[in-house]
């Protein structure tokens, strides 16, 4: 049984995909939040070569938000 206010990392990624990811999501009412490690490396004085962009949502919103990513990856892969 999934906990529809307990957070699910939805995707990693770049910055730039994370934010067209986010327009789609903020267009679907769907809250998030993004955790950037490269942008928390760079304050801490580290580096950090990896996409390391997350994009959390809330369980309950699991399957619209699944969707939009499914039809976002599909545009970029066309």
């Known amino acids: 049984?999934?906990?529809?206010?307990r957070h699910l990392k939805l995707?990693?990624?770049?910055?730039i995909e994370i934010q067209r990811l986010q327009l789609d999501l903020n267009d679907a009412e769907i809250p998030f939040?993004?955790?950037?490690?490269?942008?928390?490396a760079k304050l801490a004085?580290?580096?950090s070569?990896?996409?390391?962009?997350?994009?959390h949502i809330f369980a309950a919103d699991l399957e619209r938000?699944?969707?939009i990513l499914n039809?976002?990856?599909s545009e970029l892969n066309s």
């Open 1 to 5: 049984m999934t906990v529809p206010n």
């Open 33 to 40: 939040f993004v955790k950037n490690n490269n942008e928390s």
């Open 11 to 15: 995707y990693t990624g770049s910055f």
């Open 65 to 67: 938000a699944t969707t």
């Open 49 to 55: 070569l990896s996409d390391s962009v997350e994009l």
């Open 71 to 73: 039809a976002l990856k």
């Open 45 to 47: 004085g580290f580096g």
